[in-house]
Every structure is written in structure tokens, then in C-alpha cells.
């Protein structure tokens, strides 16, 4: 078992990271969309924190992953707004079916 | 004494000059006549003749003034007799005597003869005694030249050309024959004329799409140029220099074209005066490249020795010859040595040479000239065309004068023409003679006969020339001008009184109706034929035509010759066979014309004999063909021209290189005379008989003999074919050449240009197109490819989100793999 | 009148003519005539009397010279002169212009345009024979093109575009060609004692080695004269540089066809002896052998052309082809002995040049005589068929004594013109080579040849073939007087060449002694062959 | 060294190699969870397990007030918020909502290769050179001292402004940013979020009057 060092935690962030994608990508539904924005966004914080903890980022990688935290909150909250406005309009939740900006 | 000579030299040159611009006088008066006066005016031959009389009588002036100044030293032959004067009678001692006395004194060294007079310096060798040392002549005696300058044309450093006068006895013989044949061709003429003197004349040869032609008469102009071609011809004739020869041979050329093509209105007319001008020009490219050498080699034209601020600029001859006539060769025998007046023994400059075949090509040069003037063989298909001209002119300018140019420079140019040249011009004389008489015996024209015989008698002329004869060519020359202008008169006559009928199968017994023409041509065609009654010959005078004399002597001088030169003896055959055809074709003219019965009895109906004012022309001009040269060598004429004779002639040329030819002495020709006459004179009864036979006593049809010989009948009757041949050789190519050049022009050098322009035009639109398809090409290429990425990129705009970020990821791994690449 | 006067005067004396016309109403067409025809008499008058009262014919070297400052930071100079050669042709095209002028009566179309471009025109041809700068040379020799672009491209026949930018074209090519040498020459010449200069005197004397300080290299010499003289010979025209000639004349009004015959042919001539050769005598020694050939070749090139053509304009326009290569053929006999460098026969150098210049000015009489004449039946009959003509003589018998006599100088008949120009130079050609003399001698019979068939042709025959017979009605007394003035002077000259010899041979002897005498002379004209 | 003196430091190795592994396992497995699972429900149960997991890990790096914010923000606010949403929308069909299975293995396939591509960026580089930290221990001095859960103070300090932590000590006259102006701006930002979602959020009325859209004001 390798320590547990920068590396490690880059790649638990690295599997976050490209699980969002991958969830932002399959899902069609707007909520799972937003799940993976989500984990986008941690694995992310993740590599904030990791970097903090093991380079002279120090307390500024903190910092940012705070901000990170809180404006993914924002977001949330704006973006099932959105789904819910789109819903109520569509009466749907499939994102495929949200392309009127298409032409 | 100097003085005497200078006074004389001016006297002469004065009357002649006054004789020479006359005429131009008169021409610049008479070519307005047409628009000053009416068309019924005779006042421009009134003029003519007045220019033209008083020319003749400024000439006969200047010749008795000169023989007067001179005591008619030239006439007396026992005076200071060369051997050279072959007037002695046969076997005189005394002659011969003085030959022997004279020959030692030979030996002269050539003289400065600057002392004689300026502007006048002669030659300077005393009359009578020529051939002698100068030192040794008597002071008072009159230089044997003149000579002087009118005005200059322009000079180049030490070069000079200049209009000059020459005056000898020969001069002022030809200026005296010249101006009495043409006083009485002036007078002929306007009686010949006289149907011009209208406002509508009717010219039944042109054939206009309404008829005849109708124009108004052209009598005025007819006599200025009657008087330009006098003035040119005085003036050819008084040149002192090569180059001043040449101006007015072109310029009796000119007026040649101006009288052949009288009938502008004809066809033939204009294409015959073309021919005779061209074929002139032919000559004159000859003449011209005999001046390049003469100029470039002696650098002066003149010649007479010219005397310039007390030094002597040799002339022509002088330069040439020494006194006694003989050339200095270099060793090798290559190059001719000049004097050019300057002591070359002093080393202040080496003295001129000039190589010995461009000499002998200088002097083809300026035969070649004479070639063309005298209608010789291979140029004389023009003057049978020139007939096309009135008879008047072919009695002054195609007879008697102008044709005669080419043997007077022949003459003239005598000292300048080596042995091989002579022989050349005497052989061309040789050939012509007997090709032209041929051609005489079958041609019908009245004039065409006579135009035929001219060039026949010219080749005679030549011949003596070129034979050693300088005396009896240009005795010949003399006698010719009478005895031809009177028959061409007299045909003149016969036309004009049968209407313009020139074909001589249609006259016949004519001399019933115009006595007195057919009676004066009698004379002239006994004097062309050489006839004489040799009975009565022994002592003094014999009993000849002029003809008989001047022929007679050729003969005489090419059979010596031929002597001489063993394998020439062609040149002494020839002119004797010649003279047989001559009479024969010349009394076949008379019979045809005058003797029988009338053939075409309307032509004889309408016939009458012409007026007075022809006449007395025709009878004044017989006078002179019988009596001109009464005495042959041993009278005046003859011995008035031989006056001039070059220097050396007299004494032959013993065969030498490099021509290794042997000219006849005076001494020998003598020698060979009696002979010689009894040959030709048997020869031209014969043909005389001949022809009596033939058309006289009509005891043979010449039409059966005609039938009988009819390949050479036509082949004669063709003229040789001559006129093709030339067609075929040099008109029909030239003419190719000329279509090349131009051809050339519009295909070769156009196309060329035309092809740069076209290719401009086209590196034009090619930058047009890379204007168009590249550059502009390009900008819209990538506008376009903006757009169709664009477009393109549309179909990834599906605006789904999923697929968005996909591409996204897609992106990030591509460049990603794209940086890996290109980083490692 | 001080010479700075009256020498611009001669020369600009047409350009004020040329604002007066232009001031005038367009509808005047006598008045602007008649200021256009008093301009320019002015000038005809002024060179006669600067010839008559002040030109001293016994002096060789330059006369009246002008010079003024123009561009000083160029060194170019504002720089006229007079010497013989330049003279007779500053008359001869004072003559012509006027004439010309005369015979202008042929146009009715944009009179006003017209007398202004022909009066500029007449500004640059005298600019170019009386200019000492070559700067200046250059700037009135390209003020010429323009007006004659025109004047062909506007007045002329049915093909005028066409002739027009045949001869724009071929003039700017040598224009172009001699502003090299123009270059070559001011940038070269600053080692000189000169300087940088555009005076053609100063240039002639570097060329020649008289110049203490430089000489131009024989390289130089010979590259500037190739340059030079292929710009010339377009203007001369030599073979095979012609070929714009026929067009431009065929095309041209008659008035100008006189203008482009009579006076800028001989500009090229004029260029060479004035410029090439005294500027590059190295050069021109190295190129006489091939300048020669080329005088021949035009000679009988001209003649044969001349021959086949059917339209009577283009015939006299090949015949100065073949006239103008007298004049090439005379300048270049310029012999030398190989080795030393000697020339051999100056007196007949001499001679062929003087026979050049005269040629010049004889067919600068003649040719125009010749093109006024065509011009003169052309407004009959309105057409230049050769073989749509005949019975002239009866129709026309004024006309056409006039015009046989000029057709005759022409031809080169003794006591007329031409003659004495063309045997001049042959004569002279035999020290240089007899073949080339011979050759050349051949051009009189073709030129007998050409000459008569035409006279023939149209002159003489029954009657009259072609068509607009009603139009033919005896000359007018102006046409008159402008042929027979021609024909007069070709008789005066024919008759009395020394006339005009005596002016030009202090000059064009002086030229030849120092050509001859140029320094640095090392190769012969060495192969001549044969004699 | 004797193994029982390195006996606690065995143990302090075990315990946080042995967090690390638990709760770096657990988020990234819960990770996947969340993509393979097809209900949107289980989705958001997973998604919970996966963020508090990396809150735990958060702690492991000595970030104990991020781990903290994490939970309460994210696991205790966000994923709320996430959950109303589904069951706001979930309305029958819409829970499972199934995507091609091409689509699926085509994003697995671009998930590997982006994972691929960061594993392979985060391994290229050597970081104890890029960053000359000992892997545990934090800076050496003065910087950011040792000890756990100790940056609760410095953050508040860098959000007032100050940096002791970088300043104290440090020879540099230049004193270190602080976050007192970013903070402000989240902290409005946030509300300003927050009210509009709740505008977004809240039902149309449309009031009955008004017509569609006025063609005057289109023009």
C-alpha cells in the first residue's frame, strides 16, 4: 500500500472529477446533471485542499475551496430554480428536450 | 602663251556654257506653256528652237574661236604628225619619216602643267604634237584641254566634288553635233507635232470606256522636255568630272523617261519608259560602284589636273597615266601606283596605289554604265521598247545622242580602262552588234528596224573602242548621230504622212508619194550600209557615205587586233558579218518601204509627203550623213576628234602582263586599212544584193524562207527572248523578295510584337487571374470556410447539454494528445 | 534679343500659341488657325533669323549657349545651344511644322484639341534638337510622345488605336532604354572634373577621354551605347526596329504623317550623332560593323517592302525605312586599322557623315512632300489603293508635275535632294567595305523600281480606276504652295548642296576629329572583310 | 530507531494512512455509484456518501474547517436543496429517465481517457521538486504551523484581512493579500443567489389582463 501522499489524494480527486463528467454526460435527467456538477466540484475542492496540505498553496487552497463550497451552494440553489422552471414549463425534466436556443 | 590659253579656255567655256543653259532656259519657260498660253500655241517650240538654234550657234562659235586660236593646228595632219594621226595617205614616206623621228622623244617624263592657266589647266599637251615631252612644246601653243570649275557641291576634308567643265575637241565636236541634230529635230518636231496643237486631241491607241481617249494636246510640254534632255545632254557631254557625268546621265535618263512615256495615257508607253529608266539604273549601279573605287582609291573625280592654292591636284588621268599613257605597276604587278601630284620620292608620304582588279573593276564599274546608256548586250532590251516615244525623240535622244553617251564616256573614260576592260567592252560591242542586226533582219516596225540598228551600231561604236580604236569608235559615233537621226526622221515622215502606220508590211511604194523622204533615207541607209564605189577610191576623196568611213575604220582597227590577238578573232569577224546583215536589213527597210507596189492600199491612198518644216530637216541631216566625214581618217572630222585622243592610244600595247592583250598602233591599223575596207565593203554589197534580191527584185519570197527557217524566225522575232529571260531571272524575284520583306513585316516582326503584346495580355490576365482566384480566392476561401466550419460547427450547436460536454472532454483530451505530440 | 530669349522663344513660341488656342472659343476655328499657324511662323522666323544674324557657320563647337540653372540639387540645367548639326534640323522642323500646319485644313474634327497637341508636339521636337542637357534631352523628347500618341490615336484612320499604341509603346521602350544610359552616364560621370552631369558637351568630353580626371570605361561606353542606340534606331526607324512606321503613317492624318516623316525620324539620327556617338565613341567603334549591316539591311529591307505594297502610304513609309538607313549607313563607316586604333579615310568618314545629316534633311523635305502628296489625292478620293489609281496625270497635270518631281527627290534623281544625300554615304562606304557599298548601291535600282511603278501606277494610264472619281478637282493654291515650296527646296538642295554643307561642316568635321581622336580607341573595325 | 519507539508513529501512520484510504475508497466508489445508478433518488443517497467521504478526507489533510463547511454547506445545505429538487420533479416517469446504452459506454470511454489524461498529468510531475514540502509536518517554519485543525483562526484572520501566516516572520515589507473583499463578495452573492432562486423557484401567475405580447412593443 503506497503512503498516502499529494498523489494519492490527486487520484481519489481525479475519479471524483471524471465521475461528474461522466455523470454530466449519461444523465439526462437536469437533477443528475447537477449531482455531477457536484462532484466536479469536490473532486476539485479536493485537489485545493490536497494541494494546501502539500505545497506553499498553504491556507490560500483552503481559501478557495471555501469559496468553491460556498458557490457551488449558490449554484445549486440557482440551477433546481432553472430545472424547476423548466419543468413547469416542459413539464419535463429531460434536459435533451431543453434546445430551443439550438437555431 | 598662258595667257592666250586662259582667255581661250574662258572664251570657250562662256559660249559653251550660254549653249549648255539655253535649253534649261527654254524647259523652264516652256513646261508653264501648257498653262500660259493656249493649246494652239506653237510659241514653246518658237522658244525651243530659238534656245536650241542659238546653242548651236554658241557651239559652232566656240569651235571655229577655238580652231581659230589654234590655227587649225588639229586639222593639219602634216604638222607635227604623230604616227598616232592615221591621216596619212598609204605608203606616204614622209609620214613615216617623221614617225621614225618622233619615236625616240617618247620617253618624256610626265609634266607638271601647273603653270598652264587657272582655272584652265589643260592637260596641257600641245595640239599636234600631244604625244610629245611638254617640256619640249613651244610655249605658245594651246593646251589641248580646258578645264575649270563652275561651283562646288561640297568638299569633305580633301575631298571634293564640284561641278566642273572639260572642254577638248572632243567636247566641242559632240557639243556641235549634239546641238545641229537637235536644232533640227526641234524644227522636225514641230511639224511632227502639230496634231498636239489642240484642245482635244483623240489618241487612237487609248481605249477608254468611252472610246478613243480624248485630251488636250501637249505640245508645249513635249518641247520642254525636248529642251531638259538637250541641257542635260550638253551638260553630260561638258562634265569635267566623273561624278558630274553621272548627274546628268541620270538626268538625260530622266528625261529619257519623261519622252518615252510622252503617251502617259498608253500603256505600253509607261511600261517602257519604267523599262528603259530600270534598266538604266542596272547600268548606273555598275557606274556607281566604278565611282566607289575611283573615289575611295584616287579621291577625286575630275579629269583634269586641278591647280589649289600653287599646288597641282592631279586629276583621273593624270594620276593614272604618264604622259606618254603608260601605267606603273608595282613590282609584284598586283597594285597600280598613283600619282597624286605630291613628291612622294621626298618620303613625305608613300604615293597611292590602287590594286589592279579593283581597276579593272572600277572600269567594268563605269562600262557597265555605258552598258545600260548604249542599250548594249545584256541591257539593251529597252531601247526597242523606247520606240514607243514620238519619233523625234527616238531620232534626238535614241539615236543620236543619248545612246551615243554611253560610247562618248566610254570614250572619255578611255584612259581609265585597262587592257582586259577593253577587251570586255569590245567583245559586250561584239555580241551586241551581232544580236541586234539579227533581230533587225526580222522586225516589221519601221522604227523598230532602226532602233535595232542603233543598238547594232553602238556595238560597233563599243567595239572600235575596245579594240584600240579610240578615234574610230567616237568617228563612228559622229557619223552615226547624222545618218541615224535622218532616218529616224525620215521614218517619222514616212509615219506621219501614212498616218501613224509603223508596220512596214503595209507600206510599200511610198516613194512615189513622198519623194523627198524616201530619197534622203536612201542616203542614210547607203551611209549605214558602208557602201562606196571602189573605182574611184585610189586618190583623194573616195566616193562614200559617212557610213563607209567610220565603219570602215572599226573594221580596220578589230581586224589588227584580231591580228594581234590570235584567239579574238571573233571581234574581227563578227562586225564583218555585221556589216553584211546591216546593209542587208537596212536596204530591206528602203525596198519594203518605198520600192514595190503598195500592200495596203488605203495606208498608200492617204499617204502625202510631210511639210517643208519636216523636210528641209530631213535634207539638211542627208547633206550631213553623206559629207561629215568626207576625207575618213585623213578628214577634218576625223581628225578634229582624234586631237583628243589619249595619249598613248596611238601607240597600241605590246601584250604584257598582266593582261598579256596587245593593243593595235595607229601605224599597224593603217597598215591593215586597205584591206580591211575592201573586206567590208564587199561584205555590205553583198547584203545589199541580198536584200535587193529578196525585196527589191522580188525574185525570192522571203516569206518561204521565212516558213523555212521558222524556229529561228521566232526565236529572232522574240528578241532572243531576252525579255523573259530577264522576266524570269530578275523581275519575277524581285518582286518574291519584295513579297517576303513584306510578308516579313506583317508575319515575322508584327508577329513577333504582336505575339509580345498577346503575351503581355496574357501575363495580364493571368495576374488578373491570380488576382481573381488567389488572392480574392483566398479571402473567400477562408470567409467561406468560415462560414462552412461554421455551418458545420452548426450541426455540433444540437444544443444538448450532455453533448456539450462531451465535447468538452473531448477537447481537453485532444489538445491534450495534440501537445503530447508535438512537445516530445 | 539675348540668346536665352530668343532660343526659348523658338521653342516655346508654339506652347503660348498653344494657351491662346486653348483660351478661344472651340467654335472659332479660323481664329485659333490662324494663332496656331502665327505661332509657329514665329518660330519658323526666329530660327531663320538666329541662323541669318547669329550663327557663325565657321565655328564647329556649340553656339548661343543657354544655361541656367533648373534642379540644382540634380546638377540639371536649363541648357540650349546651336551648333551645325542641330541647326538645319531646328529649320527643317520649323518648315515642316508650319507647313504641316498649313495642310491641317484636312481637319475639321476638335480643331482646337488638335492645334494644341500639334504646337505642343512642335515644342518637344524643337526642345530636343536644341537641348544641351541630356536631362532636359530626355524631358522633351518623352513631351514629343504624348501629343503624337494623341494626334495619331484621336485624328487618325480606321486601325488608329492600334498605330497609335504601336508607336507609344516602341517609343517608350527606347525612351526607357535611353533613360538607362541617361542614369548610367550622371552616376558615372561624378569622377569627373564635371561632377555629376547631364550636359551632353561635358558627357561627350568624359566619353572622348578630354576630360583630365575620367574617362567613361570601354564597358560603360559600350553597354550605355547598345542602349542608346537601340533607342534611337526605334526612332530612326532601323530594321528590324520599323515595323511601327507603316502603321503609324497609314494611320496617321496627313499633316502629321509630314510631322512624323519629316522631323522624328530624324530625332534618332539626331540622337545618335549627337549623343551616342560622341558620349560613347568606344562603343560606337565597337558597334560600326553592326551598325553598318543594319543601315544596308534597311536600306534594301525598306526598298523590298516598299515594293509589294498596295496602299500608297505604306509604300512611302517603307521608303523611309529605306531612306532613313542611308543615314545609319553614313555615321558608321567609321574605320579603323586593327592595332593601332588609327581610323583609316577620316576624310571619308567625314563624308559619310555629312552625307548622313544631309540625307536627314533631304528626306526630311522630300518624305513629307511625299505624304502631302498622297494626302492631297487621299481627301479626293478618300482611299490609298494603288491599283485603284491611273489617268492622274490628264485629271490632275499641276498635281501632278508637283508630285512626280517630289516622288523623283525621293528616288534620288541628281539635281534633286535625295541624290546627293544617298550617294554621299555610299560613296563613303567603300573605305569602310566594299560588299556593304555594293549592297547598298543595289537600293538605287529597287528604289528606281518602286518609285516608278507607283508614279506609274497612278499618275500615268488612261484613266482614273478607282472610285470617288467626281472628287477629283485640280489642287488648291494652298496645297499648292506647300508642294511646291518642297519641291523647291529639293531642287535647291539638289542643285546647291554646299548650302547646307557649308553650315554643318565645322561641326560635323569637329565631331569626327574627336570621335577620331578619342582616347583608348583599341580595337579596329578590324573585321571587314576582303580588301 | 527501536520498534517500541517507533511504535506511535506506526500507529499515527495507521491511523491517518488508514482514514485516508476509507474515506478516499468510499468517495470515489460512491462516486461511481452516483453515475451507474439510474434512480435519481439513489443517485442523491450516493452522492451524500461520496461528499461526506471527502469531507473525511478533507480532515486527513489537516483542512478541518473545510472538512467542516463541507459537511454543513454541501452535505447538510446542497444536497437538501438537491433532494427537493428531486422530489419536487420526480414525478413518475421522470425518476428514471434512461440513456442509450451507446451513450453510456461512449462516455465511459472519454471518462477513461480523461482520467487517463489527469492521472497521467499528476504523476508527470515530481512534486516534492515542484514543492520542497515533507509530506507531513506542513512547512517548515513560520509559515503554516504544524499542528491539526489549527487553520480554523487563520482563515477567519485571512478573511478579515490579515495573514499572520504568511506575514509572521517574513523579512518582506510587503504584507500578503487577505480575503476581506472576496469573502464580502460570496457572502452577497450568495444572498443575491439565494433570492433569486427563490423568484425563479416561486409559480407564474400571469396576470389575466395583460395580453400575450403587444406588437407595438415587438416593433
Known sequence: MPPADLNAYLFIAGVLFVCGVVCMATKRNAVGVLMGVELVLNGANLNFVAFARFTPLGLDGQVISLFVIVLAAAEAAIALAIALNFYNNHLTIDIDRADELKQ | MPSDATQLGQTLSTLLTIAWLLPLAGFAIEIFGGFWGTRQSKAAAYIAVACIGTAFLCSVGALLYWGDQTDWAALQPHHGSGHGEAGQAEGDARAAAEHAAAHPSHAGEEVDVADHAQPVSGAGIPAGAWEHNLANAPEHAAPKSFSGTFYVLAGFGSLRVAIDWYIDSLTLVMFTMVTLVASLIHLFAIGYMSDELTDDHEDHQVQTAHGHLHRPGRFSRFFAFLSLFSFSMLGLVLAGNVFMVFVFWELVGVCSYFLIGFYVERKSASNAANKAFIMNRVGDFGFLIGLMILWTYFGTFQFANRVEDGVVMPGLFDMLRDGDGNMHLSDSGATVLLDDGSDAAAGIHEAPTIPYFLLVAAGLGIFAGCVGKSAQFPLQTWLPDAMEGPTPVSALVHSATMVAAGVYLTGRFYPMFTPEVLLTIAYIGCITLFLAATIAVVATDIKRVLAYSTISQLGYMMLGLGVGGWGAGLFHLITHAFFKSLMFLASGSVIYGCHHVQEMPRMGGLWRKMPITAFTMLVGVIAIAGLAIPGISIFGEKIAFSGYHSKDAIVATAMTFADLNRTHFLLFYAPLIGAGITSFYMFRLWFLTFAGKPRDQHVYDHAHESPRVMTVPLIVLSMFAAFVAVGGEEGKLFLLLTNSEPAGVANGLVASSPSNLALPSHEAVHARHALAGTFALVVAALGALVACVFYGLRLVNPAEVQRQFASLHTFLIEKWWFDELYDMMFVRPVHVVAKWCSACDKYVFDGILHGLAKGTVLVAHWDRMFDEQIVDGLVNWVGRVTYGTGSLLRLLQTGRLRQYVMFIVVGVVGIWVIVQIFAS | ?531 | MSALTALPDFFFWLFHEGTFWVFGIAAAAAAVAVVISQNVARMAFWLIVSLGSTAGLFFTLDADFVGATQLLVYVGGTLVLLIFGVMLTASGPFLQIKTSPGEGVLAGVVGAMLFMLILRSACAVDWDIVSPRSPKGGVETGYNPPGEGNSTRALGLSFLGARPDKDLGSHDPRLAPGYLLPFEIVSVHLLVVLIGAAYLARTKRRRPGLPESSPTAIS
Open chain 3, 1 to 531: 534679343m539675348n540668346d536665352t530669349a530668343l532660343l526659348t522663344l523658338i521653342i516655346f513660341a508654339p506652347t503660348i500659341g498653344a494657351l491662346f488656342v486653348a483660351l478661344c472659343n472651340p467654335k472659332a476655328d479660323g481664329r485659333m488657325r490662324a494663332i496656331a499657324n502665327a505661332a509657329s511662323l514665329v518660330s519658323l522666323v526666329l530660327s531663320i533669323g538666329a541662323w541669318w544674324y547669329k550663327f557663325d557657320s565657321s565655328v564647329g563647337g556649340m553656339q548661343m549657349v543657354v544655361n541656367h540653372t533648373w534642379i540644382a540639387t540634380w546638377n540639371v540645367n536649363y541648357q540650349l545651344g546651336l551648333d551645325g548639326i542641330s541647326l538645319p534640323l531646328v529649320l527643317l522642323t520649323c518648315l515642316i511644322s508650319y507647313l504641316a500646319l498649313l495642310a491641317s485644313t484636312s481637319i475639321t474634327k476638335a480643331v482646337k484639341g488638335y492645334l494644341i497637341l500639334f504646337l505642343l508636339l512642335e515644342t518637344g521636337m524643337l526642345g530636343v534638337f536644341l537641348a544641351l542637357d541630356f536631362f532636359l534631352f530626355y524631358v522633351f523628347w518623352e513631351v514629343m510622345l504624348l501629343p503624337m500618341y494623341f494626334l495619331i490615336g484621336v485624328w487618325g484612320g480606321p486601325r488608329r488605336e492600334y498605330a497609335a499604341i504601336k508607336f507609344f509603346l516602341y517609343t517608350l521602350v527606347g525612351s526607357v532604354l535611353m533613360l538607362i544610359a541617361l542614369l548610367m552616364f550622371y552616376f558615372d560621370s561624378g569622377g569627373s572634373s564635371f561632377g555629376k552631369t547631364f550636359d551632353i558637351v561635358a558627357l561627350a568630353q568624359i566619353g572622348q577621354g578630354r576630360d583630365a580626371s575620367y574617362q567613361f570605361t570601354p564597358f560603360v561606353q559600350m553597354t550605355a551605347f547598345i542602349l542608346l542606340f537601340i533607342g534611337f534606331a526605334i526612332k530612326v526607324p532601323v530594321f528590324p526596329f520599323h515595323t511601327w512606321l507603316p502603321d503609324a503613317h497609314v494611320e496617321a492624318p496627313t499633316p502629321i504623317s509630314m510631322i512624323l516623316a519629316g522631323v522624328l525620324l530624324k530625332m534618332g539620327g539626331y540622337g545618335i550623332i549627337r549623343i551616342a556617338f560622341p558620349i560613347c565613341p568606344i562603343g560606337a567603334q565597337y558597334a560600326a560593323h553592326a551598325l553598318v549591316v543594319l543601315g544596308v539591311v534597311s536600306i534594301l529591307y525598306g526598298a523590298f517592302a516598299a515594293m509589294a505594297q498596295t496602299d500608297f502610304k505604306r509604300l512611302v513609309a517603307y521608303s523611309s525605312v529605306s531612306h532613313m538607313g542611308y543615314v545609319l549607313l553614313g555615321i558608321a563607316v567609321w574605320k579603323l586599322t586593327e592595332g593601332t586604333g588609327e581610323t583609316v579615310g577620316r576624310d571619308y568618314w567625314q563624308m559619310g557623315m555629312n552625307g548622313a545629316m544631309f540625307q536627314m534633311i533631304a528626306h526630311g523635305i522630300s518624305s513629307p512632300g511625299m505624304f502631302f502628296i498622297v494626302g492631297v489625292i487621299y481627301e479626293r478620293v478618300h482611299h490609298r489603293d494603288l491599283n485603284q489609281f491611273g489617268g492622274l496625270m490628264g485629271l490632275m497635270p499641276l498635281y501632278s508635275g508637283l508630285a512626280v518631281g517630289i516622288f523623283f527627290a525621293g528616288l534620288g534623281l541628281p539635281g534633286l535632294c535625295g541624290f546627293i544625300g544617298e550617294i554621299f554615304t555610299v560613296l563613303s562606304t567603300w573605305n569602310y567595305n566594299p560588299l556593304y557599298a555594293i549592297l547598298a548601291a543595289s537600293g538605287v535600282i529597287l528604289t528606281a523600281g518602286y518609285i516608278l511603278w507607283t508614279v506609274q501606277r497612278v499618275y500615268l494610264g488612261a484613266e482614273y480606276k478607282g472610285p470617288h472619281a467626281e472628287g477629283i478637282t485640280p489642287i488648291t493654291d494652298r496645297e499648292f504652295g506647300i508642294a511646291a515650296v518642297l519641291l523647291a527646296l529639293c531642287i535647291v538642295l539638289g542643285v546647291y548642296p554646299e548650302l547646307l554643307f557649308s553650315q554643318m561642316r565645322a561641326s560635323v568635321d569637329l565631331l569626327v576629329d574627336n570621335l577620331a581622336n578619342t582616347k583608348g580607341l583599341i580595337k579596329a573595325a578590324a573585321d571587314v572583310t576582303g580588301l
